[in-house]
């Protein structure tokens, strides 16, 4: 989009969130992003604003757009089946303690529950704010923040409890393997390597499960593995970011 103006990629970028939480085709929406592109890019050299070419609301210009795009459930499916992973991931590897996983009934019929509703939020909070950045940044934090403090009274609770799902750690290995191999095929596909940073997270648990190097406590590796995870979410969304532009 280097020949739209920063004011034209913000809306771009708007829209293609609001259209991609109404659950829409994702091809559709790529053809109509791709023909607004090239009409903003023409109203822009006639000396166009963005009002002047999509009107005063971009909210309603937006929702008159959804309504003439198909719904796709496969999209949504494959979607919602991507971030219950994603989010699996970093609950399964973040219960593996001395080379097992253990779980509760109760984590176990909770946990799945929290993720589906935090799903549910992101999408209407990405609808509903999208156009408004700050309190679209300000929901997700909201959100990420309850599904942490929810994810971790259940995991209080839970660990009182019974242990009633325990894995031994060849099992853990082979899921952990799945895991690995399942993400890294998907985010080949989207082309995004967010969904791998859990395992640059618990690396160390990673490492100490199929070798016989105890990693997983290892202090200094604690610190490391969160930097490294940031610096890979930074550089990963610098990269994302120019290759929209």
């Known amino acids: ?11 771009i970028e708007d829209l293609n969130l609001y259209l991609f939480s109404t659950g829409k085709s994702e091809q559709q929406i790529k053809e109509f992003i791709q023909e607004a592109e090239e009409h903003l890019i023409l109203g822009e050299k006639e000396g166009k604003t963005i009002k002047d070419i999509f009107g005063d609301s971009p909210e309603e210009y937006a929702k008159s757009v959804a309504k003439e795009i198909s719904f796709d459930k496969v999209d949504v499916l494959q979607t919602a089946f991507i971030f219950i992973l994603g989010f699996g991931a970093w609950i399964f590897l973040g219960g593996i303690d001395n080379k097992v996983f253990t779980m ?48 971790v009274v259940v995991g209080l609770i839970g660990r009182s409890m019974d242990q009633t799902i325990v894995l031994n750690r060849l099992i853990v290995n082979l899921i952990i393997i799945i895991l690995f191999v399942s993400l890294f ?5 989207i082309d995004t390597w967010i ?15 199929f070798t016989s190097i105890n990693l997983a406590d290892n202090s200094v590796l604690r610190i490391v593995s969160p930097i490294l ?11 994302m970011t120019r290759e929209k532009a």
């Open 1 to 11: 989009m280097s020949n739209i103006s920063k004011e034209g990629e913000k809306f």
């Open 104 to 151: 509760s009934l109760v984590e176990a019929a909770a946990t799945p529950i929290i993720f589906l509703i935090t799903l549910f939020l992101i999408f209407y909070s990405s609808r509903k704010f999208a156009f408004k950045d700050k309190k679209w940044t300000i929901s997700l934090f909201v959100i990420f923040i309850l599904n942490i403090a929810s994810l």
């Open 185 to 189: 095929i998907i985010s080949k596909k």
């Open 195 to 209: 969904l791998m940073l859990p395992f640059i997270w618990y690396v160390g648990v990673i490492i100490s499960n």
């Open 229 to 239: 995870g940031l610096v890979f979410t930074v550089l990963e969304s610098k990269r």
